[in-house]
């Protein structure tokens, strides 16, 4: 691993462990050139993936991009890091585990918006407008009727 601080190939692993649902183990270095510590974190990678964009054009996926396009949907809402961190894992798990190297961007938005509803309703109108591009009041109103009528089926679902 090469020292960020002063580009070192010899850096030293300190200390070792998993996140708390030890998807992701955590590995505290020391850099023996300068002494400089960071911090590197590694995750299983089921297969290589390539995201299909609309326009046909071929990117390989960037899970930081997915972390990123969630946190702005979440910026000011109360979810914990854990939560995100969690949410961003169990969508990359289901990319990888589809059985395709390659994925549209179609199917990374839906599953970024189903994982999101069931996270925060106001990330999830948020990422949408975005993700669907809205031009207009009507667009929002739309999506918030499917929320209200969501809410409404599952109060109907616990009077019974």
């Known amino acids: ?11 030293q692993v300190k200390d070792s ?3 708390e649902d030890s998807s992701v183990i955590r ?14 974190f590694e995750r299983v ?3 290589e993936l390539t995201v299909i964009k609309r326009n046909g054009r071929r990117v390989p996926f960037d899970r930081d991009k997915l972390m990123r ?9 109360p979810v914990e890091p854990e939560r995100v961190e969690k949410m961003v894992s169990a969508i990359v798990r289901e990319l990888e585990s589809a ?5 549209s961007s179609e199917v990374i938005g839906e599953t970024v918006m189903e994982h999101l509803r069931a996270l925060d309703d106001v990330a ?6 975005v ?18 009528g969501e809410e409404e089926a599952r109060l109907a679902a616990l009077r019974k």
Do not use: H, W
Not at 27 to 40: E, H, K
Not at 69 to 76: D, F, H, N, P, T
Not at 99 to 103: D, L, N, V
């Open 131 to 148: 993700y669907r591009n809205f031009r207009e009041a009507k667009d929002f109103e739309a999506v918030l009727g499917e929320l209200s």
């Open 69 to 77: 396009s969630v946190q702005i949907s979440l910026r000011k809402r």
């Open 1 to 11: 691993m090469r020292c960020p601080s002063c580009n070192s190939l010899d850096t």
């Open 99 to 103: 059985g395709e190297s390659e994925i």
């Open 124 to 129: 999830y109108v948020r990422f949408a407008s």
């Open 27 to 40: 590995r505290r270095r020391v850099c023996v050139a300068c002494g400089f510590r960071f911090t590197t």
């Open 17 to 19: 462990r998993p996140t």
């Open 45 to 47: 990678q089921l297969r």
